[in-house]
């Protein structure tokens, strides 16, 4: 009874899906990494392999087992990190790889440095990778992982690619030497087509986590279940060390920190600063809600458990599944129900 509770409608989500997939010509790589966006690692593999993805790109060698255990295909490894010895791996190597890896690997991929600056080899560097990799190993492509705010390009991403491209060639680097694929993450479907149309020559294989598994958020619902309730009186003792703020119901609900709730992604700017006027003054809006109104945090969210004041109105039952508004990338469900 105690859960987080992630609804899917399924058929609303799996023709999303199915849209993403067809639109991009089996080039389409899923990301199936971290809490597999809410539903689960297992899960969306077993979906990627429903719709015969030729690749899956995960982030670390936990990931790519548990990966295996549900698809037959290809996965990526997103990071430079320790070498996995068997044929479906695509290792990223970049600079440090050699810190990482105890064995080259049989099958990579070259990261170019993007604007991000995460890690990668700048154009120049790239030869050297390609002689040095390429005498045990297979290279797979060159991988840009662009960023989210691309306004920050001046020069705009298509054009930022074509001139790395030129770049290569200037380094004598033939397409044939990676395969003449470039791997891509957040490319949008316009930049996409102009890539496509200025160089025809090249496999762009696209990867894709949050817009494809998260897409049509309208067919995704999260609830949490309602552990107990008990009525309250304003300054009766509650919770650890606070008091009522008023008379009401206090909630106890489903979720805590060790599922995600109460975390926050840090951020600059006006939301913040309400959200700090509001504790100041003694509410503290938390993601949960009940007939249509946010529920406030009595205190902040016990590891399991959140403890939740409803100031007037008909508190739910306990059993019931109260409303649950939370980014589903640092969210873990108890359970995830395809409807």
């Known amino acids: 009874m105690s859960s987080l509770i992630l609804h899917v409608d399924a058929e609303r989500w799996r023709h999303h899906i199915a849209h993403y997939v067809a639109r991009h010509q089996g080039d389409l790589v899923p990301v199936i990494k ?5 539903f689960g690692i297992p899960t969306l593999a077993r979906e990627s392999q429903g719709f015969s993805a030729q690749c899956i790109a995960c982030y670390s060698a936990e990931e790519a087992a548990i990966i295996r255990s549900q698809y037959e295909g290809d996965v990526l490894l997103l990071s430079p990190q320790e070498s996995i010895d068997e044929p479906w791996v695509i290792h ?31 154009t120049n560097e790239i030869k050297g990778a390609l002689n040095e990799y390429s005498q045990t190993g297979k290279c797979e492509g060159l991988a840009i992982h662009l960023p989210i705010n691309q306004k920050k390009m001046k020069s705009g991403v298509v ?7 030129q770049s290569l060639t200037a380094e004598n680097i033939n397409l044939a030497d990676y395969s003449a694929t470039i791997w891509l993450s957040h490319i949008s479907a316009d930049e996409l ?20 598994w998260l897409g049509a958020r309208t067919s995704l619902t999260a609830t949490a279940s309602v552990i107990d309730r008990h009525e309250l009186s304003s300054g009766e003792r509650v919770g650890y060390r606070q008091k009522a703020p008023g008379n009401g119901w206090l909630i ?29 003054f003694g509410w503290s809006p938390s993601p949960y809600s009940w007939s249509g109104k946010t529920l406030s945090f009595v205190e902040a969210p016990h590891m399991h ?21 939370v980014r589903f990338t640092s969210t873990t469900f108890h359970e995830v129900i395809f409807e």
């Not at 991000?116 to 700048?122: P, S, V, W, Y």
């Not at 054009?159 to 790395?164: D, K």
């Not at 102009?194 to 494809?212: A, F, H, P, Y």
């Open 34 to 38: 971290g809490n597999g966006y809410g």
């Open 92 to 122: 990223t190597v970049s600079p440090h790889s050699k810190d990482f890896i105890a064995k080259k690997p049989a099958r990579f991929v070259i990261e170019i440095l993007s604007p991000i600056k995460r890690h990668g080899f700048t």
């Open 159 to 165: 054009s930022w690619i074509t001139n790395q491209l």
């Open 193 to 212: 087509i102009q890539l496509k149309k200025v160089r025809s020559d090249i496999r762009w294989r696209v990867r894709v986590g949050t817009d494809l």
């Open 252 to 280: 106890i609900a489903a979720g805590g920190t060790s599922q995600g709730i109460g975390l926050e992604v840090p951020s600059i700017g006006v939301k913040n600063f309400i959200k700090s006027l509001l504790r100041l």
């Open 305 to 325: 458990n959140s403890l939740l004041f409803m100031k007037s109105g008909t508190p739910p039952e306990v059993g019931e599944e109260i409303g649950l508004n």
